[in-house]
């Protein structure tokens, strides 16, 4: 190439190195420059776990790297306070229930029917005592329209029926089985009686 041609050379390129923007000029030479692809950066985020960093930042004349890892906010639990205790109830309170259940438990005894009749008769031991052979109602008459078989006064003899007792609706004629005076009867009419119950007071 001779001299000549080499200077024309020289000037066509200063040329175009002048009409060029210094900012254009710059970004192509940004661009043709490494930086961070994502498999970096995601080994960069690895690093910055492991080491058990919160923040992190690194930054040189090329880039500008931040990683920030958020934690789980602190759990804060409540403690209750432990139940105070019931204060006892009143002497008197607890006292009255004991009471209670003793008046709920007392059961009423009535004495059976023939009670009264065998106490009277108890009393008379001189009399000869003709008692039911059964259980049933006592009957003075034979109906109520009748009059009593027998009364205070009447003698009797043996068999002398001296009144009815009705069990499962059978009448049952009693007989005095025994020869006197009646002095004492015992069982008022339409009265229950029970087996061995003295009914009438004879005196021989």
């Known amino acids: 190439m001779s001299q000549q041609a080499a200077s024309a ?15 254009a000029r710059a970004a192509v030479t940004k661009a043709a420059e490494p930086s961070l ?9 690895e690093l910055v776990d492991a080491h058990g960093f919160t923040d992190f930042e690194f930054e040189n004349e090329k880039i500008r790297v931040r990683l920030s ?3 789980a906010p602190p759990i ?9 205790p019931l204060a006892p ?16 438990e007392t059961k009423i005894e009535t004495p059976h029917p023939g009670a009264k009749a ?6 008379d031991e001189d009399l000869h005592k003709i008692t039911s052979p059964i259980v049933g109602t006592f009957y003075r008459s034979p109906a109520p329209d ?25 009448m ?15 069982v008022e009419n339409g009265q229950p009686v029970e087996y061995g119950q003295p009914l009438f007071g004879i005196r021989k």
């Open 69 to 71: 890892k958020q934690t």
């Open 172 to 186: 049952n004629e009693i007989q005095a089985e025994i020869s006197g005076e009646v002095v004492k009867i015992y």
């Open 89 to 104: 109830a009143p002497a008197q309170a607890i006292a009255a229930f004991p009471a209670q259940s003793a008046a709920a």
């Open 9 to 23: 050379k020289k000037e066509t390129t200063a040329k175009k190195a002048a009409t060029t923007p210094k900012g």
């Open 146 to 170: 009748k009059d009593p078989y027998i009364s205070i006064g009447s003698q009797v003899s043996p068999e002398t029926v001296v009144c009815i007792v009705e069990a499962m609706k059978l």
């Open 76 to 84: 804060v639990q409540a403690i209750q306070p432990p139940p105070m």
């Open 37 to 45: 692809n994502m498999e970096e950066l995601r080994e960069l985020a």
């Open 118 to 123: 065998e106490t009277e008769a108890a009393a």
